[in-house]
């Protein structure tokens, strides 16, 4: 299975855009790259997902590296409701299977 | 509202006494799928099912059953709870295998 490195934690100030990285080098050409977010005490919530081209919803914007062996996660403007743990799956299309990795724990600071 | 509702929200229960959590969805999804999270090893997919009567095995499905009689529901069945299966359970659905999952609130169960 294709496998996501995320780094474990960052920190962001309120009111400042924040990028998210990941690496996922042995990603398949039918892989989705998918984002969720967990805020504590509540289950995962989906925030954004591509294939190959860049996308931008009302939660963030995903920018997919033309190689598609990494991809970041941007947040425009830092909430301190954006305080989560953000974690950046593959989902191969088949079948609904979603492996999470330990994601990276976002802080935000006032 | 859309949603995913799980029943119970907590579960105390003791070794060997078969339970069952319940989860619906609201949404007229294919999928469903159920999760366990603990802490160090963050979510594990325990069984999923892309429509009614089909069913597959997650990553973690030793000790659990489930079952997709129909569309709206996936019940986890624990036939004999152990003290490792201590955790905090979310449910989730989606419209299809590439779509965004939409996750319950979580059931965290104690095996005593």
């Known amino acids: 299975d294709a496998k996501t490195t995320q780094p474990n934690s960052m920190e962001s100030n309120e009111e400042e855009p924040v990028h998210l990285p990941c690496n996922h080098s042995?990603?398949?050409?039918?892989?989705?790259i998918h984002w969720y977010r967990q805020l504590p005490s509540q289950g995962p919530e989906y925030v954004i997902h591509?294939?190959?081209s860049n996308v931008n919803n009302r939660m963030a914007s995903l920018a997919i590296a033309e190689d598609r062996k990494s991809s970041t996660l941007i947040l425009h403007r830092a909430t301190l409701r954006d305080a989560a743990v953000y974690y950046c799956i593959l989902n191969p299309n088949a079948g609904n299977m979603l492996t999470f990795g330990g994601g990276t724990r976002l802080m935000v600071k006032p | 509202e859309a949603q995913v509702t799980q029943n119970p929200r907590y579960l105390i229960t003791v070794t060997g006494k078969k339970l069952t959590v319940t989860c619906s969805q609201n949404?007229?999804?294919?999928?469903m799928s159920w999760y366990r999270q603990d802490p160090g090893l963050g979510l594990r997919q325990i069984y999923y099912?892309?429509?009614?009567?089909?069913?597959d095995k997650g990553d973690v499905p030793e000790g659990y059953k489930v079952s997709r009689k129909e569309k709206r529901n996936f019940p986890l069945i624990l036939e004999s709870p152990s003290p490792n299966q201590t955790s905090l359970y979310f449910c989730?659905?989606?419209?299809?295998?590439?779509?965004?999952?939409?996750f319950g609130p979580g059931t965290r169960l104690t095996v005593t």
């Open positions: 591509g294939l190959t």
């Open positions: 099912s892309m429509n009614v009567e089909v069913t």
């Open positions: 989730a659905s989606s419209l299809s295998g590439e779509a965004e999952q939409y």
């Open positions: 042995t990603i398949s050409g039918t892989d989705y």
């Open positions: 949404m007229n999804h294919e999928y």
